[in-house]
């Protein structure tokens, strides 16, 4: 069992940044970040393999978030720049499930989720 818990979301004007933090509890293999907006699907937007650092972006995010670990304290961050409107949502972290192909971009490839955390960046 793996608990999520993620902190650093807010509100943000159009252009800024804002970084993200999930603490996990357990052993993770690979670690996923996902977005709901109002009346839409979740989304996903960013992977990290723990072993090596691989990492993989949706293209609506490529060049603009960063997601990286602390192998120390155990969190992975998702760093947002430069950030639109159109990026307002819920952001989930979650955990894949260990067999899981790699990069894993369904919601159904991942065994546990954090609460989430509202990011709203206004125009």
């Known amino acids: 069992q793996v608990q999520l818990v993620e902190s650093g979301g807010g509100l943000v004007q159009a252009g800024g940044s804002l970084r993200l933090s999930c603490a996990a509890s357990?052993?993770?293999?690979?670690m996923g970040w996902f977005r709901q907006a109002p009346g839409k699907e979740r989304e996903f937007v960013a992977a990290l393999r723990w072993s090596g650092g691989r990492t993989y972006y949706s293209d609506s995010v490529l060049g603009r978030f960063t997601i990286s670990r602390d192998n120390v304290r155990n969190t992975v961050a998702l760093q947002m720049n430069s950030l639109k409107p159109e990026d307002t949502a819920v952001y989930y972290c979650?955990?894949?499930?260990?067999?899981?192909?790699?990069?894993?971009?369904?919601?159904?490839?991942?065994?546990?989720w954090g609460q989430g955390t509202q990011v709203t960046v206004s125009s």
């Open positions: 979650a955990v894949a499930s260990p067999a899981t192909n790699w990069p894993p971009t369904l919601r159904s490839e991942y065994a546990y």
């Open positions: 357990g052993r993770t293999f690979t």
